[in-house]
């Protein structure tokens, strides 16, 4: 079996993309997490997923919540995709821009593109939990460009 580090490396080549995977709490709390592990599932119905660690403040509230939004960060988003990639903190909301579409769920106004997805299915896979999401609403805004993750690095792409 490949050892850890390798295999962290290895997938290290593969582009991502990087979005904030958020949720409200029926007491209004918000709760929000760095995500770049996410994929679309299917067109009918139409379904995303993400993988969230078995470690993560957020994951409890994410299942818990029921619904979730994924806010698809832009190139000059990097400071954001640090602010929701630290360790649990109460006010990483404090001072954003949000809004609420079908689920209640907060989209950040920065975002490129976003999602607003109920929660459809849940599979545990080894460190991590596979969050799949139906997705009741999404749009995107008129240019801009994606921020990327590549070997442990951010960057951008341009169409």
Known sequence: MIEETRF??????FVTGVAVAATR????????????????VSLDPP?????VDHKAASR????????????????EDEALSRRFATEFADDRFEGLAIREEVTGSPVLE??????????WKTVEAGDHTVIF???????????????????????????
Request: hydrophobic share 45%.
């Open 8 to 13: 962290r490396q290895t997938m290290g080549h």
């Open 25 to 40: 709490l029926p007491d209004g709390t918000l709760v929000g997490l760095t995500c770049n592990s996410l994929a679309s």
């Open 47 to 51: 379904l995303v997923l993400f993988c």
């Open 60 to 75: 409890a509230a994410l299942l818990e919540s029921g619904a979730f939004s994924l806010s698809l960060l832009a190139r």
């Open 110 to 119: 920065a975002a490129l593109a976003w999602l607003d997805c109920s929660l």
């Open 133 to 159: 999401g139906r997705v009741e609403a999404g749009g995107f805004r008129d240019g801009g460009e994606p921020l990327v993750y590549f070997r442990g690095r951010y960057g951008t792409v341009s169409p």
